[in-house]
Structures are given as C-alpha cells and as structure tokens.
C-alpha cells in the first residue's frame, strides 16, 4: 500500500520559514516526478513545486525564488523550504507523485501576524 504522509506545516508570521516533508512509503519512489501542491479556501489545488528523479525543478511564479523543493531518495522523502512567507501562501499543502494518482493527507500552513 503506497502512503505519503506530509509534515512540518503550522502557524508562521508572514517573512518566516517554514519546512514541508513528504516521507514516501509502500514502493521506490526515486524514479518519479515529486510534487507539492496547495489548496487555499475556495481555491482550486494548484501545483506549486516539482522535481523529477534527475532533480530538475519547477516552481509556479508566485513562489519563485521563496520556496525550494528538494528529494533524499535514500529517506523516500521530498521537502518544501518555504521561506519569505506571504499570507497568500496560506494554504493546504499537498505532496503527491505527479501521473500517479497518489496523495498524501495535506498538511496545513498558515501565515498570519
């Protein structure tokens, strides 16, 4: 049974940090195209960031330059660095492997003061 389970999601002040893990479980996940996604209120799901097995990268426009994503295929696990915050970077966040169908539960981020 495949499972993604996301962590490291909280409250955080707008300008601060926070940093998403997905621990990936039930098969070998370094072949494929890893993704975060994020759904705010009454928003559709959008793909923020994603990184294939040869680590090339993509990240929406809006989180250029603030968030990096990155994989360990050692650990089955992918990260969000998410830093300068905004508080429309609020959001659930979701990692999942891109064509695959499989989600992980989401993880809530919050940037407020």
């Known amino acids: 049974q495949v499972q993604l389970v996301e962590s490291g999601g909280g409250l955080v002040q707008p300008g601060g940090s926070l940093r998403l893990s997905c621990a990936a479980s039930?098969?070998?996940?370094?072949?494929?195209?890893m993704g975060w996604h994020r759904q705010a209120p009454g928003k559709l799901r959008e793909l923020v960031a994603s990184?294939?097995?040869?680590?090339?990268?993509y990240y929406t426009d809006s989180v250029k330059g603030r968030f990096t994503i990155t994989r360990d295929n050692t650990k089955n696990t992918v990260y969000l660095q998410m830093n300068s915050l905004k508080p429309e970077d609020t959001a659930v966040y979701y990692c999942?492997?891109?064509?695959?169908?499989?989600w992980g539960q989401g993880s809530q981020v919050t940037v407020s003061s």
């Open positions: 039930g098969t070998i996940f370094s072949p494929y195209r």
């Open positions: 990184i294939t097995s040869d680590g090339d990268t």
């Open positions: 999942n492997v891109i064509g695959k169908g499989w």
